[in-house]
């Protein structure tokens, strides 16, 4: 449908989105904010056509696709917010002491963009974490440029929103330059794009594969640079003595909508349930199998994923002391027409403690409604799966304060492995707000100090500088002494608002 | 003097500091403080004996390592304060709004930190880059345990130091395995303690070849870490026309004490001037000149950095179209004692801006008290000398308010390749202050998003965890409700100290 960007068409885009940036940073925040609020009406004024297009290449159902369209425009809106707001600068004052020995020097600080930033869009996202997605966002607040890789699945809604966003630019007077839309089904594209010099930062949401390759070739240039990939998470739950005795049923229907929810195809879809055997966990599995037997498959993203997760199910379940607990009684619609996605059915599976400690691939995220259920014999033995897990998105806690008390290793534990932790809830749905952290340490994500949603991702894409006795006239308006813009600065040690 | 510690040592080290990393990630912001505190008092304790040692290890002269003491301690009770005051949490509350649809869930985040964190030390800085320096007090700081290896060339120093460390934790009561302090002259030793999967995170200043080798080891791991070196930058200076008319003689001797301050061996000693061809530059040059053959050599660092020293500066004479204008008059000694360290004859030379456009070699950094001049022959060869230039750790203009306004092109390069700019005066001499930015884009360091010296430096040891949903009785103190630390925080958007 659309022929690959040629390295030529890549070479003319990077030097454009090079001479924009020099352009763009010097914008204030007030014109970055109008334009992300102007990217936003235009998305919205797409209106039904970008959600018929985006139904058909993603077989996601029309209210879920309504539910993220709504998410991307507040994601933007919000986040032009903060952006005018300032406090992502971290704008730091601290005035001379000319007697001082030696004296003290005026310096001020404040973050600035780090240059044109390539994004790599999510097949499970085609709006929220794709073309106008949070990366983007976020990267027109720090006041970078954006080439977006549009995702060859949704490459139809990609064009779609990033003509909104070309649009929007021209309103809004932005620098030629300033936003890129690219296609490209093949590797070559993404390479030759993380490779070029005037590439500066580069946002991914997608498999553990395709992140840690670009990652790879970021780190492998003659000057590396940062990568955010958001990759791979299993979410683990943890099921707790004293909840468990409660609440078993009541868990295990929560956790049945929370598997299934969107065919599973969530970055914090629960992927691994850990309890300890006895008759609680035996009632959890129980209704918690009875409640999936009941869902029907849904059709996944695209065939590619469909295949992985067949797939990656499949081999899960081969593993020796892997028993399948439950599969949707519904069956899948797997004689779909050429093209088109095949059904993932809803599945979960069980092994012992021992088993998963010893099996390094039931920690593999299988991408789709699958969970697999982890039988410890004891809370020791919990701890030790807690201490063998990799880095993840979230982990979950279902517990009574007596067992967050009793079990405080094991918490401590499950802290150190996630960016977010949940109690007596499901990891699924990720809240956009400045104190959600959608991030973790690797593979979850390849950078732990950042994360991709809420306003405090715009420091992904800058860094700090500092002028010293510098000329008042010519500091930027966010380190006047005036301080006209209102922005919270540290002024000598202390926050503060004031001139 | 000292053996290279064994891979059966490293890995017995760095088991114990896994261990206390999980002990003391839960000690309160005030323990760290006074622990660090405690550092401070023990360094000053060593009295005469650490300012003798360490002066027979680097050959700086005694006030110059009393004032670095002097700073070390000012470092370690700075940032005990930083970390006690908790801005650096970064600590967000949104609450929950249980009415919305779907409801809002309780959602708060702060910095935890990241893990053992191995310090290399800095052969030019013995006390304030190196054991008790700016990388361990920052990573005590975020909660971090911390794994120091010596520099060969000062290990007598290292290990003094080393000690009071240790004595300062068993007198503060932490955890066995806060800090080791290991020796390791071969590359074998860091290469362990960099692959060995309990290291989270490594510090490292020194030079370029030596730090990009660690940050290739640490992105090739299994699970890839982060890595902050500070590593090579020539901090150009660009003296701009109408400045020089009024102040070419003021400015030259300005520079001749700071190309020559400390042997020039400072990561900001300033290695490049750019200027107009013309009569004001010859006149700078000529008392520049003039000033650099009156100061005497002074004995560099150690024996491997003075080799360097003089490979690396008659490797740049001898490329063709650059120009010797002035070497120290003094005869250095160099039938010095063996082992000891010769002495770094200062020397300025000059090339054309073309020369230098054309000649990669003339980039790289000399490490001492060497400095070529660039004569551009108009402002536009200039713009483009700062276009071309890699990243540094500061520039530099020495430039009247009307220079600044009629070039702002150039002042735009030259803000987009560093981390800190200064005006009208010198790089060398970094306040310790929280609006310091001691950092820069590759290759001055691995990571421009972050910097070394001042309270923020604290933040590249740690990462976001948010809780979401979480008992309140269960929260850390830091996001509790009633605020019982007094910290600023985030809540629902707005900066506050209340509860």
Redesign the interface.
């Known amino acids: 449908m659309f022929n690959d960007t040629t390295a030529e068409e890549i070479e003319i885009v990077m030097q454009q989105a090079w001479k924009a940036f ?1 352009a763009y ?2 914008y204030s925040l007030k014109q970055r904010a109008n334009f992300m609020r102007a990217i936003a009406k235009e998305m919205e004024a797409l209106g039904d056509v970008l959600i018929k297009i985006a139904g058909e290449e993603t077989n996601l159902p029309e209210a879920r696709l309504r539910n993220e369209r709504a998410r991307t425009i507040f994601q933007l809106t919000s986040y032009a917010d903060a952006c005018e707001k300032g ?1 992502w600068l ?1 704008a ?3 005035t001379a002491i000319p007697d001082k020995a ?1 004296p ?2 005026d ?3 404040m973050l ?1 963009p ?1 240059g044109p930033v390539v994004v790599f869009g999510a097949a499970n996202f085609p709006f929220a974490y794709s073309t106008a997605g949070g990366d983007t966002a976020t990267a027109f607040a720090a006041g970078c440029p954006v080439i977006v890789k549009a995702h060859p699945a949704h490459a139809g809604t990609s064009e779609l929103v990033g003509k909104a966003i070309l649009k929007a630019a021209v309103d809004c007077e932005m620098p030629e330059g300033i936003f890129a839309h690219l296609h490209g089904a093949s590797y070559d594209v993404g390479k030759a794009l993380i490779e070029h010099p005037f590439t500066k930062v580069v946002g991914f949401t997608g498999s553990l594969t395709g992140g840690k390759q670009l ?2 070739w970021a ?1 492998q240039r003659k ?2 640079i ?1 990568v955010f990939a958001e990759m791979s998470s299993i979410n683990p739950v943890f099921l707790l003595p004293e909840k468990m005795k409660t609440s078993a049923a009541e868990t295990a229907r929560m956790y049945a909508g929370s598997i299934t929810l969107g065919a599973g195809q969530f970055c914090t879809n629960p992927g691994l349930i850990i309890g300890l055997e006895g008759p609680d966990l035996s009632a959890f599995m129980e209704v918690l199998g009875k409640e999936i037997k009941k869902i029907a498959p849904a059709t996944m993203l695209h065939p590619g994923i469909f295949k992985n997760y067949r797939k990656k199910k499949d081999e899960a379940l081969r593993q020796p002391g892997v028993d399948t607990v439950a599969v949707s009684e519904t069956k899948p619609s797997l004689n779909l027409p050429a093209g088109q996605a095949g059904q993932g059915s809803p599945t979960i599976a069980t092994a012992t403690g021992q088993t998963f400690l010893q099996n390094p691939l039931l920690h593999q995220e299988v991408f789709g409604p699958y969970s697999l259920i982890i039988r410890c014999k004891d809370m020791k033995e919990m701890l030790q799966v807690a201490n063998n897990l ?2 993840q998105l979230t982990a979950t806690l279902m517990a009574s ?1 007596n067992d ?2 009793i079990h405080d290793k094991l ?3 499950v ?2 492995i ?8 499901v990891p699924t ?1 990720v ?1 956009v ?5 959608h ?1 973790g ?3 979850a994500t ?6 991709s949603v809420g306003a ?1 991702a715009i ?1 992904r894409f ?10 008042h ?2 500091l930027p308006d966010e380190l006047k002494n005036e301080n006209p813009l209102g922005i ?1 600065r ?1 002024v000598n ?1 202390e ?1 503060s608002r004031e001139s």
């Open positions: 020099h940073r010097k406090d971290e730091r004052i601290d030696p003290k020097p310096i001020r600080k600035v780090l990652f790879d780190n000057v590396p940062p990799e880095g304060e967050i008390r918490v401590e534990a802290k150190n996630c960016g977010r932790i949940i109690l007596n809830s749905g809240e707000c400045l104190s959600m952290q991030g340490p690797f593979p390849t950078d732990s100090r950042f994360g405090d420091k800058a860094r700090p500088i500092a002028f010293q006795n510098w000329s006239e010519f919270w540290t040690g926050l």
